[in-house]
């Protein structure tokens, strides 16, 4: 017990807060401060998505021209993900579908799938120990197709720059479904600029496209903001436990991505240089960008069996 202060939020906690005006209005949002200079929000009404991060002052993540959307705008036609797309620390994509608009089995698939946009049912956070918890559900679920439920939990360290999140997608239905779930981790300024270093170690990586193909050899190497930047993207094939990491010397600050590739065998990389897109996709996931046709097609698509249920972890580590 620390006699010096008359309340924890002196130093760190949970304060749960709305949003007010535009689209933006009434939204929740939970922001999380630790005793080490991390400080996040968590959109409640956008699956529990981490939004704004920061360590010690410095922004992390990156922000989109959109900002903050309700789910109430949300347009699942074709592309009209990107017009409430806020990006931030990371959006879940999934968790049926991740990539571009396609058809498969019969289903219209939209951008990303819908499980960005879903509000989560309830929540809880507390404090134990040296830890800040925090704990919700969202439900991906409805008449004669997938019936999932994600059960999220964040626990950050007090004293450290730590933050643990645990994932489990239950099938809660009658029939097999497709699961895909990614990451969506967005670096932005200053973390990310043209000094910035990133590794990802890997076993093999694939160019999306012909125009990524061009970039393979220089897809690590940072660059500054461009005007009319085409994006770039590459998979990489991970195995082990890996960690995936961004430095940026200028500001002295980093952040590292472990996981189990036995969970999350894939990590996308989204390397988009322009002026004010200037953003970088570190995304782990249990599948690649491409849509779940050609994901089927090309790559193994996994399924969850009915009553069925698989967690997924990822621990996000801030240095600096």
């Given at each position: 017990?620390?006699?010096?202060?008359?309340?924890?939020?002196?130093?760190?906690?949970?304060?749960?807060m709305?949003?007010?005006?535009?689209?933006?209005?009434?939204?929740?949002?939970?922001?999380?401060?630790?005793?080490?200079?991390?400080?996040?929000?968590?959109?409640?009404?956008r699956?529990?998505?981490?939004?704004?991060?920061?360590?010690?002052?410095?922004?992390?993540?990156?922000?989109?021209?959109c900002?903050?959307?309700?789910?109430?705008?949300?347009?699942?036609?074709?592309?009209?993900?990107?017009?409430?797309?806020?990006?931030?620390?990371?959006?879940?994509?999934?968790?049926?579908?991740?990539?571009?608009?396609c058809?498969?089995?019969?289903?219209e698939?939209?951008?990303?799938?819908?499980?960005?946009?879903?509000?989560?049912?309830?929540?809880?956070?507390?404090?134990?120990?040296?830890?800040?918890h925090?704990?919700?559900?969202?439900?991906?679920?409805?008449?004669?197709?997938?019936?999932?439920?994600?059960?999220?939990e964040?626990?950050?360290?007090?004293?450290?720059?730590?933050?643990?999140?645990?994932?489990?997608?239950?099938?809660?239905?009658?029939?097999?479904?497709?699961?895909?779930?990614?990451?969506?981790?967005?670096?932005?300024?200053?973390?990310?600029?043209?000094?910035?270093?990133?590794?990802?170690?890997?076993?093999?990586?694939?160019?999306?496209?012909?125009?990524?193909?061009?970039?393979?050899?220089?897809?690590?190497?940072?660059?500054k903001?461009?005007?009319?930047?085409e994006?770039?993207?590459?998979?990489?094939?991970?195995?082990?436990?890996?960690?995936?990491?961004?430095?940026?010397?200028?500001?002295?600050?980093?952040?590292?991505?472990?996981?189990?590739?036995?969970?999350?065998?894939?990590?996308?990389?989204?390397?988009?240089?322009?002026?004010?897109?200037?953003?970088?996709?570190?995304?782990?996931?249990?599948?690649v960008?491409?849509?779940?046709?050609?994901?089927?097609?090309?790559?193994?698509?996994?399924?969850?069996?009915p009553?069925?249920?698989?967690?997924f972890?990822?621990?996000?580590?801030?240095k600096?």
């Amino acid at each position: 017990m620390n006699t010096y202060i008359g309340n924890t939020l002196q130093l760190y906690g949970v304060e749960e807060m709305r949003l007010v005006g535009g689209k933006a209005d009434g939204m929740r949002i939970l922001r999380v401060r630790n005793n080490a200079g991390l400080d996040f929000e968590i959109s409640l009404d956008r699956c529990g998505d981490i939004a704004r991060i920061s360590l010690k002052g410095d922004n992390l993540g990156y922000f989109a021209p959109c900002g903050y959307v309700a789910p109430q705008y949300y347009d699942n036609k074709g592309a009209g993900f990107l017009k409430s797309f806020t990006a931030g620390f990371f959006t879940t994509c999934g968790l049926t579908q991740v990539g571009g608009p396609c058809e498969d089995d019969g289903e219209e698939l939209p951008l990303h799938g819908n499980i960005s946009h879903v509000p989560c049912e309830n929540f809880a956070h507390w404090i134990e120990g040296d830890e800040i918890h925090i704990r919700l559900t969202v439900r991906d679920a409805s008449m004669f197709s997938h019936q999932l439920v994600l059960e999220r939990e964040y626990v950050c360290k007090i004293n450290e720059n730590v933050l643990y999140l645990t994932d489990t997608v239950k099938n809660i239905g009658s029939r097999q479904t497709p699961l895909e779930l990614l990451y969506h981790c967005n670096m932005g300024y200053p973390l990310l600029s043209e000094n910035a270093i990133v590794e990802i170690p890997c076993d093999e990586v694939i160019a999306k496209d012909a125009l990524s193909e061009s970039g393979l050899e220089t897809r690590l190497k940072m660059e500054k903001p461009q005007r009319g930047y085409e994006e770039q993207d590459f998979f990489y094939k991970m195995s082990g436990k890996p960690t995936v990491s961004i430095f940026n010397p200028d500001i002295q600050k980093s952040l590292e991505m472990s996981f189990d590739a036995k969970e999350l065998g894939w990590v996308t990389e989204w390397k988009m240089m322009g002026e004010f897109e200037y953003v970088l996709g570190l995304e782990p996931g249990n599948c690649v960008p491409v849509g779940r046709e050609e994901m089927r097609k090309s790559f193994n698509l996994e399924f969850l069996d009915p009553q069925a249920e698989k967690t997924f972890h990822v621990t996000f580590r801030f240095k600096g």
